[in-house]
């Protein structure tokens, strides 16, 4: 199974699609629209790549999640800013005394997952905005083990939440009531099956119920395992910028990957040669 | 004759007072300039081993070569506190050679064997990677080559092991004669109470 | 009128709504940044991040002790030659000299070196020396000044360290030492010279090509240690090779002890004319009877050798 | 005693030499040794690691090898500060030893050079050959004397340059010549009295053959030309008021500063100037003109 790269969206600088500072979160709505959070801004590219939409956002975005009914989470350091879609601003969850820097935000049924690197953990709340519990801080760690500083997740279909833990190069599986599933990867700096460095995967990405996309820094490369753990490719390595760290990744319907490089603070399109592999 | 003398007494006199006057005026000026005491220091946001941005080179080690101590005055020291205590340190393995049975890389990084690595807090004898780990660079091996430098900074580590001066074994040279090698002008002299200021390190260049 | 009350009230209004976002903003402002490193209540175990070792230069006023010691010696060295006349003390104080700033102070900081400091000081507008430095360039020259070069005596450890193996010194042709005389312009010259020179150039060569400052720290480069040996070899032949043909602080020494008021003289009143002192002196520094004050590096042989004064108007 | 001791710190100073030497060439054997090990050590690690990249089990070898090498320059590190320091102190023994040797020493084993030298110049050196010797029998008295008149008139005008003829032929002015002087001319004994003791050039008593000039200038003097003076008086046998010894072979004279006080005490033998004497020496120097002498 091999990628092939097929569009590069935004870029360095100060034109309306670009960001100046920093591109940290992606998301990808079901239209194949992609979300970007960078600077202090979101903005929506659509699938052909023209800018759609940007507005700003109190804080600097370090996670953008669009939600099955189409608003648009934005996680924040301390907090969370709900628009809907077309950026007009419903809400801020706060949870001053539990909720730090927000890195990932998932969905499942009735739940809101977001990653709190502050607490190296996954806070679980209700759709209101109600805390129900932690995720993955249950362990002698007391949390994920974030060298990096980020924690990253995605969620499948069946609500399981597939969490990476950098210092143990391991992705691993919990229920919405924080109970380890099991997990897979290894360390390995040689193998692309394994996980190299000192802390990878920095970050996760789920579809469906079959597909994990990961990526790694130093050096960067994104890569796609299926739920057994067994890698399936290395989308990409040598594109990204050999500083990049904390590479936002989101799969598409069409099994198209973007990730980000925040560095070149560009949106790296792959698209599968032969067009299989698509979405489960 | 005492005529003479006595003139050629007055002359020599002020130019005597001139020289006194030369020299201690440039005295003056350099102490008006002079900002206490000064010390050798890496600045370790322009020393290639810890800038950020370079990527894909050796570590440079003129610190270990161009020392006029034997020893060279330079060592790597590891700031604990920003240590991420990782499983699988870059800056202690080799993290590019061979993975052994224990799923740890096989080699080793330092070439001194100056780096000693143990599981700190509770430790989990299960599985290890479920510890924290510590990694202590032994003064008396290490001779601030820069490899565990180079691979602790970031994105790959969290750089927290740099280099520094060792004040105690610098000899304190008028021209550092590191800092005449270095190419990137990383060893400066600064006021002392700067010297242990914790670096940050800037990004790119 | 009216209107003018609405708008105040309203700039008054927008003034403080100001302020209130203002406020609003600050306490949006977040304040537990992310630790990527873990911390001790996460390692937990009773673990204590140790503390990174920091060794501490030595104290400043150890430093300014130096400058002072040398202060002190310079001054001695003066009372003995010009006072006591006496090459006994002259030896002492060498051997305590070379002891002190020689092999326990390794030979940093010394004057000769900071040529090269001074000179960029002087030119270059961002370039600071500590006040010690300073001190330790200037207070020979002034000594010099007054009375000669007291510092190359028995205070300068390098020179120390040639005074000591002179054993057997010939006579160097008065041409021969003048000619190897101007290597220390040509020395002096280059060393500021490529001070001066912005970075790829740039060279402190005084330091790098110092010859006994390896023997003073027992490690250095093997080439400089030879060329050491080498010039220590010659010194017991040569009365101090190193300072008469390639020390550049020589130089400026000697520019000023032209000036100087005072020095050593050969008894201007009641001498021999014997010419004693004259063969006596290994450094060629005194002609005609008469000493050369700028060539005088106080070593007080003459006055060892002088029938009127030495050991051997003593022994009566 | 003095000579054991001389003895000792010669001794000494060459053993310590050795060991400044010695020590010179194992810090050289240690460094080239180094320097030859280096590149071997590195190619051994690049040789390992090499091969860990094919199977993991050499990795132990190199972190050993590692250890190894650290080990080695730790310990050749320490190795060579103590024989630096032994270098230092051999050094310093070396200089001392050698500086004393060449202060002490020196004075002692010079005179001996120069006074090989000193024997060897009477059979060639053209300063010893001495005018006749004084009391000759080849001319009488008269018939000098009378020829001298001759020359230089009766006048009393005369009396200095008769007087100068007279001792350039006797080295000195004998009585009975003086005697005639006075019969021939008109020259009265108390002027020829006055002027012979006026001019330190003329002398009233017979001259040595061969005249010692001891320095006793002010660096001679210090250095002990009084104890010379005295020992050549004694050993040549010459009593108090006399400068002349009995064989008139020599005549000792205490001069003002001849001119070398570097070489004090000083004495010059028929010009020849002998220095740095000691009392024994100088007679030794005489002994070295005296045996060959009376032919």
């Known amino acids: 199974m091999k990628y092939s790269q097929v569009r590069v969206l935004a870029g360095k600088g100060g034109a309306a699609d670009h960001f100046s500072e920093a591109l940290r979160g992606l998301a990808v709505d079901r239209r194949d629209s992609v979300y970007a959070a960078g600077d202090q801004e979101i903005k929506v590219f659509e699938s052909g790549g023209r800018l759609a939409r940007r507005w700003r956002t109190a804080m600097p975005g370090f996670a953008v999640a669009v939600a099955g009914d189409g608003r648009v989470f934005c996680g924040q350091p301390g907090q969370v800013e709900i628009f809907d879609g077309a950026g007009?601003?419903?809400?801020?969850?706060?949870?001053?005394?539990?909720?730090?820097?927000?890195?990932a935000i998932g969905f499942s049924t009735g739940n809101v997952f977001l990653a709190d690197a502050t607490g190296r953990c996954i806070r679980r709340y209700d759709g209101s905005g109600k805390y129900l519990n932690d995720?993955?801080?249950?362990?002698?760690?007391?949390?994920?083990?974030?060298?990096?500083g980020a924690v990253s997740f995605g969620v499948d279909a069946k609500g399981v939440i597939h969490s990476a833990n950098p210092g143990k190069h391991r992705v691993e599986r919990y229920t919405a009531g924080g109970a380890l599933l099991g997990h897979f990867g290894r360390f390995d700096g040689r193998d692309p099956a394994g996980f190299s460095g000192c802390c990878n995967p920095t970050n996760v990405a789920v579809t469906g119920g079959s597909r994990i996309w990961v990526t790694e820094k130093a050096g960067p490369r994104a890569k796609v395992y299926d739920a057994e753990g067994a890698l399936l490719a290395v989308i990409a390595s040598d594109v990204f910028d050999p500083n990049c760290k904390n590479m936002s990744i989101a799969a598409g319907s069409r099994g198209q990957v973007y990730v980000a490089d925040t560095v070149k603070l560009q949106i790296f399109v792959f698209e599968p040669l032969g067009g299989q592999g698509g979405a489960a | 004759m005492s005529d003479q003398t006595t003139r050629r007494g007055a002359l020599a006199r002020a130019a005597r007072g001139a020289a006194a006057l030369a020299l201690g005026g440039s005295a003056f000026y350099l102490v008006r300039k002079a900002d206490g005491q000064i010390v050798w220091n890496v600045d370790s946001a322009r020393c290639i081993n810890s800038r950020l941005g370079v990527t894909n080179v050796e570590a440079c080690n003129l610190c270990t070569t161009e020392c006029v101590v034997p020893l060279s005055a330079v060592r790597a020291v590891n700031e604990y506190s920003k240590c991420g205590r990782c499983y699988i340190c870059p800056a202690y393995f080799n993290i590019?050679?061979?993975?052994?049975e224990k799923g740890l890389p096989s080699e080793k990084?330092?070439?001194?064997?100056?780096?000693?690595?143990?599981?700190?807090?509770?430790?989990?004898?299960?599985?290890p990677a479920n510890n924290f780990y510590e990694y202590i660079i032994d003064e008396v091996k290490c001779d601030g080559c820069g490899k565990c430098v180079m691979a602790c900074k970031e994105p790959l580590g969290l750089g927290s092991i740099v280099l520094r001066v060792r004040h105690s074994l610098c000899v304190d040279?008028?021209?550092?004669?590191?800092?005449?090698a270095c190419p990137k002008d990383a060893i400066l002299q600064v006021p002392i109470e700067k010297a242990f200021d914790h670096v940050q390190l800037g990004s790119h260049d | 009128m009216k209107s003018r009350a609405s708008t105040l009230l309203a700039a008054a209004a927008g003034l403080i709504l100001l302020f209130a976002v203002n406020a609003a903003g600050q306490a949006m402002q977040y304040e537990r940044p992310v630790q990527a490193a873990p911390q001790e209540e996460g390692i937990g175990g009773s673990y204590k991040t140790p503390a990174v070792q920091k060794p501490q230069p030595r104290s400043y006023w150890l430093e300014v002790l130096d400058v002072v010691?040398?202060?002190?010696?310079?001054?001695?060295?003066?009372?003995?030659?010009?006072?006591r006349r006496s090459r006994k003390w002259v030896l002492a104080l060498t051997v305590a000299c070379l002891g002190y700033f020689g092999f326990y102070r390794e030979g940093c900081i010394c004057p000769i070196g900071s040529i090269q400091n001074v000179s960029v000081a002087l030119t270059d507008p961002g370039y600071a020396i500590p006040i010690v430095v300073t001190a330790v360039f200037f207070l020979p020259l002034l000594v010099a000044l007054f009375f000669g070069r007291a510092f190359c005596g028995g205070v300068c450890p390098l020179g120390?360290?040639?005074?000591?193996?002179?054993?057997?010194?010939?006579r160097v042709p008065r041409r021969l030492d003048r000619a190897l005389g101007l290597l220390r312009y040509a020395y002096l010259g280059g060393a500021v010279w490529?001070?001066?020179?912005?970075f790829p150039v740039h060279d402190f060569i005084i330091c790098r090509f110092d010859p006994f400052v390896g023997f003073f720290r027992m490690a250095g480069f093997a080439h400089m240690l030879y060329i050491g040996a080498a010039f220590l070899v010659l010194g017991i032949f040569v009365g101090r090779p190193y300072c008469r043909f390639l020390c550049p602080y020589g130089v400026l020494l000697e520019w000023v002890t032209r000036l100087a008021g005072r020095g050593v003289s050969i008894t201007p009143d009641k001498e021999l004319d014997c010419g004693l002192c004259q063969e006596s002196c290994p450094y060629g520094a005194i002609e005609k009877m008469r000493v050369v004050r700028p060539k005088c590096l106080y070593c007080a042989r003459c006055f060892e050798s002088c029938p009127r004064e030495g050991p051997l108007a003593r022994k009566r | 005693m003095n000579q054991t001791l001389h003895q000792r710190v010669r001794w000494a100073a060459w053993i310590a030499a050795a060991a400044v030497a010695v020590c010179v060439l194992l810090l050289t054997i240690s460094y080239a040794a180094a320097r030859l090990q280096a590149p071997r050590d590195e190619k051994t690690v690049a040789e390992l690691k090499r091969k860990v990249r094919e199977d993991a089990s050499f990795a132990p070898r190199i972190e050993a090898e590692h250890k190894r090498i650290t080990a080695a320059l730790q310990q050749r590190r320490k190795r060579d500060d103590v024989i630096a320091i032994v270098l230092l102190l051999a050094a310093s023994l070396f200089v001392a030893a050698a500086k004393w040797l060449a202060a002490c020493g020196g004075r002692r084993q010079l005179p001996m050079d120069r006074l090989v030298q000193l024997k060897a110049a009477p059979r060639q050196g053209p300063a010893l050959t001495l005018p006749a010797a004084p009391g000759g029998a080849e001319e009488p008295h008269q018939a000098f004397v009378e020829r001298i008149v001759e020359q230089h008139g009766r006048s009393r005008e005369a009396a200095i340059p008769i007087l100068q003829a007279i001792q350039a032929h006797y080295r000195y002015l004998p009585d009975e010549a003086l005697k005639l002087v006075c019969e021939l001319t008109e020259i009265t004994p108390a002027q020829i009295a006055g002027s012979s003791s006026f001019y330190s050039q003329f002398r009233r008593s017979p001259r040595g053959r061969h005249v010692v000039r001891v320095c006793h200038g002010t660096a001679c003097h210090v250095a002990g030309a009084r104890l010379i003076t005295d020992e050549l008086r004694r050993r040549l046998e010459i009593p108090g008021g006399a400068d002349t010894d009995a064989q008139r072979l020599f005549t000792v004279d205490e001069v003002a500063c001849v001119g070398c006080c570097s070489l004090a005490p000083v004495i010059m033998v028929d010009g020849q100037t002998v220095g740095k004497l000691t009392p024994t020496g100088a007679c030794d120097a005489l002994d070295g003109i005296r045996s060959p002498s009376p032919a």
């Open chain 1, 88 to 103: 007009r601003l419903q809400a801020a969850w706060r949870d001053e005394q539990r909720l730090g820097l927000v890195t």
């Open chain 1, 135 to 148: 995720i993955g801080n249950d362990n002698r760690m007391k949390g994920f083990l974030i060298p990096n």
């Open chain 2, 96 to 100: 590019t050679s061979a993975v052994d």
């Open chain 2, 109 to 127: 990084l330092c070439p001194r064997d100056a780096i000693e690595r143990k599981p700190i807090g509770d430790i989990d004898p299960d599985d």
């Open chain 2, 173 to 180: 040279c008028n021209r550092c004669a590191i800092s005449t």
């Open chain 3, 69 to 83: 010691l040398m202060a002190v010696a310079m001054g001695i060295s003066v009372w003995v030659v010009l006072r």
């Open chain 3, 160 to 170: 120390a360290l040639q005074e000591l193996v002179l054993l057997k010194p010939l």
């Open chain 3, 194 to 198: 490529l001070a001066l020179q912005p």
